[in-house]
């Protein structure tokens, strides 16, 4: 191990010793069956160790996916993943959330490939009423293509937070008193998908796939949801029903110190782009941005 990765054990060490509150509960495993089911191109996923294990293929004839048996309102969504090895520019790798209407909320994780040597990117986006455009980038302090690492969601009625191995690279506030809408009445799905980006990718200024490197395979594990089931109606109006869950506790209505620190060592070290401070697509500052702390 390099002094790079020394110095990034220990913070991380410091990190997570010094945490008091606001930390999710621990995942646990179950396979995949038990909350989902494939999307699309079923025969592109494979399955091991009775769906403990299970990888999505990407090839010139068609990419794949899977989504949540259920829709949910609030809760703690994760899984344990393990991104495309070798030449993967072009292939975008996405673990999301997503409601279903016009006005949609959606709240996404998206990997996207690169070229042998240079790093993975790590994008992520909220959509509010259908409205997305808050796209932040970084760059990972590991390898993700060498083993399997925890990507999750945190999400109440106060805040979304992304996660990454339970280091807080992202936090959105509710700021609807400042009329920014926040997702608190649209259940959503999850999914996960593995597909080419083809026109997305040249307008976003990244490489085309080779596909002389395919297939693409990502694999995943631990399919983990502790979250209010909103299937139907009645149990949507339940959830709402605040304070109740773990997720509800005063614990979770922010981040502690030590996590907003983490969360300022990922971006002052790994961010390569903020649409906060993008003043070409934003003359003035999202008026979320102060609160979650972004500028």
């Not at 068609?62 to 344990?80: A, I, N, P, V, W």
């Not at 936090?171 to 259940?187: E, I």
Request: charged residues 20%; glycine residues 8%; proline residues 5%.
């Amino acid at each position: 191990m390099g002094v790079k990765g020394v110095y990034v054990m220990l913070f991380l060490l410091e990190i997570t010793s010094g945490v008091i509150g606001g930390v999710p509960r621990k995942p646990i495993d179950v396979p995949f069956q038990k909350n989902y089911v494939p999307t699309w191109a079923s025969d592109h996923i494979k399955y091991f160790n009775g769906g403990a294990e299970v990888q999505l293929v990407l090839d010139k004839y068609s990419g794949t996916g899977f989504q949540s048996k259920g829709e949910f309102l609030f809760g703690h969504f994760s899984m344990r993943m393990k991104m495309v090895g070798g030449d993967s520019a072009g292939v975008v790798t996405a673990f999301y959330l997503s409601s279903q209407t016009s006005e949609h909320d959606e709240i996404d994780f998206e990997f996207l490939g690169n070229r042998t040597g240079q790093p993975y990117i790590l994008q992520t986006n909220v959509f509010t009423g259908g409205k997305g455009d808050r796209e932040q980038r970084i760059y990972l302090w590991f390898d993700p293509t060498k083993a399997y690492h925890t990507y999750s969601i945190l999400w109440n009625m106060r805040q979304i937070v992304f996660f990454v191995d339970d280091v807080p690279i992202r936090v959105f506030k509710n700021c609807k008193d400042l009329g920014v809408r926040f997702p608190f009445n649209q259940p959503m799905r999850i999914y996960s998908s593995l597909w080419e980006a083809d026109d997305w990718a040249t307008r976003g200024g990244l490489e085309k796939i080779d596909w002389s490197k395919a297939p693409f395979v990502a694999s995943y594990t631990s399919f983990h949801v502790d979250a209010c089931d909103a299937t139907t109606p009645q149990k949507a109006q339940i959830c709402n029903t605040r304070g109740r869950m773990w997720w509800d506790q005063r614990a979770f209505h922010d981040l502690d110190g030590p996590q907003y620190r983490s969360l300022q060592w990922v971006r002052s070290k790994y961010t390569i782009y903020n649409y906060c401070t993008d003043r070409t697509r934003s003359p003035t500052v999202p008026p979320e941005c102060a609160r979650d702390r972004d500028i």
